[in-house]
């Protein structure tokens, strides 16, 4: 696994403006600084995009793309070219890359704003998702908080027991 020399911690209120641009947290923004101005956007599920490092994200995503091309090549995915090509799909329209202007400022792209939900001028919550950095609407991540905090101490253990 990538080397994560600190974990993104946080949650953060920030307004998004009339050409869908917000600006990160500064102990968000210098982190993905640190690695370049290139970031990742990536559709995790409605009303959530995750934001991480060009570099860090293609690690991840080629070691993905990898796997799933072995599987093919020596036919472990026989009979499931339908699951393979929704997953190629969503491969090819999940994220887009994106930059860091200054004042760690991002311009959320057309085709993530209805995924993600919000209007110009309404707001969005920015939590630390430990490595990454995840752009939420506000209604869904109540309810992400309100589904997932009653198993946090569980998750935790696991993680580290």
């Known amino acids: 696994m990538a080397d994560y020399p600190e974990l993104l911690l946080g949650e953060f209120v920030r307004a998004i403006d009339d050409r869908y641009r917000l600006s990160l947290p500064p102990e968000f923004a210098d982190r993905l600084a640190e690695e370049g101005a290139n970031c990742l956007l990536a559709k995790e599920r409605p009303g959530c995009l995750s934001l991480w490092s060009a570099a860090r994200w293609q690690q991840k995503h080629q070691e993905d793309i990898e796997l799933l091309w072995q599987k093919l090549r020596t036919g472990r995915l026989e009979g499931q070219l339908a699951e393979v090509q929704t997953v190629g799909r969503l491969l090819s329209t999940r994220q ?12 959320v792209p057309e085709s993530f704003r209805e995924f993600l939900g919000v209007e110009p001028g309404g707001s ?12 939420w609407h506000p209604q869904n991540w109540n309810e992400q908080v309100g589904e997932t905090m009653p198993e946090f101490r569980t998750m935790f253990e696991q993680l580290v027991g």
């Open 96 to 107: 887009q890359p994106v930059q860091l202007a200054g004042r760690g400022r991002l311009v």
């Open 124 to 135: 969005v919550t920015v939590v630390g998702a430990a490595v990454c950095v995840e752009i």
